[in-house]
């Protein structure tokens, strides 16, 4: 089974509006961690937000945040008040276990295009 | 923030030759790094976990006699291609993690770009 999930290729967003971008994940560790990333067709990797499983709030960076629904496994990402910046592929991941060695596991990706 | 460095950012080399690419901490010193690969409009992929002083760690189905990995210090990771054929043409990203962050921060290089003519 996928470890994450995302079923949005592709979305479009009009500029200024919100837009949540989904995202699924399947674990039997009670203990991980969930992240969104940002790759800009420049290829970088720039980290986003992160979610951690006993978190009891929603986590939020500025106009991300994540809408975090544990007994549905789900860790959408909402961006508020898009802008023309914001197009770019967004990755979710998840981290298992409490060990800072770790692996990621990586989405599909959604490609992001805000539209003036 | 902490600052992980790829270096070559891009290169081009003939089939057959080996490349190797540099995978630095700037910053911070990391005990583990990783490696990923990732083809066009695909998502990453994990190759191997890089961790200092011993062997990497390669996923299944990664060839570790094709993707040499070597960590010899704790802010350098390198990554060399050897024999390299068009198939491997790719975007190589590494990460980081900081021994001294967080327990989820983990830094992501800017990538390398390969083509393997």
């Known amino acids: 089974a996928q470890k994450i999930t995302q079923t949005q290729p592709g979305m479009f967003v009009q500029e200024k509006e919100a837009v949540t971008l989904d995202c699924t994940y399947d674990?039997?560790?009670?203990?991980?961690?969930l992240f969104w990333y940002k790759q800009p067709s420049s290829g970088e990797m720039i980290f986003l937000i992160y979610?951690?499983?006993?978190?009891?709030q929603n986590a939020t960076e500025g106009r991300y945040s994540l809408n975090f629904q544990k007994a549905r496994k789900s860790a959408n990402l909402v961006i508020s008040a898009s802008q023309l910046g914001d197009s770019a592929m967004y990755f979710c991941?998840?981290?298992?276990?409490?060990?800072?060695?770790?692996?990621?596991?990586f989405g599909t990706g959604t490609s992001l295009t805000v539209i003036p | 923030g902490a600052v992980v460095s790829q270096h070559p950012s891009w290169v081009i080399c003939k089939s057959g030759t080996s490349v190797k690419i540099e995978c630095r901490s700037l910053d911070f010193q990391a005990t583990t790094m990783f490696w990923y690969r990732q083809f066009p409009k695909q998502s990453l992929m994990l190759m191997a976990t890089s961790n200092e002083g011993s062997k990497a760690t390669y996923e299944q189905g990664v060839e570790k006699d094709k993707f040499l990995i070597n960590h010899a210090s704790l802010t350098l990771s390198t990554l060399t291609v050897t024999s390299a054929h068009p198939e491997d043409s790719s975007f190589y990203i590494c990460?980081?993690?900081?021994?001294?962050?967080?327990?989820?921060?983990?830094?992501f290089g800017p990538g390398t770009r390969l083509t393997v003519t």
């Open positions: 674990t039997s560790d009670p203990s991980y961690g």
């Open positions: 990460s980081a993690r900081d021994m001294a962050g967080t327990a989820y921060e983990q830094y």
């Open positions: 991941a998840m981290r298992e276990g409490r060990s800072t060695g770790n692996q990621f596991y």
């Open positions: 979610q951690g499983s006993y978190d009891q």
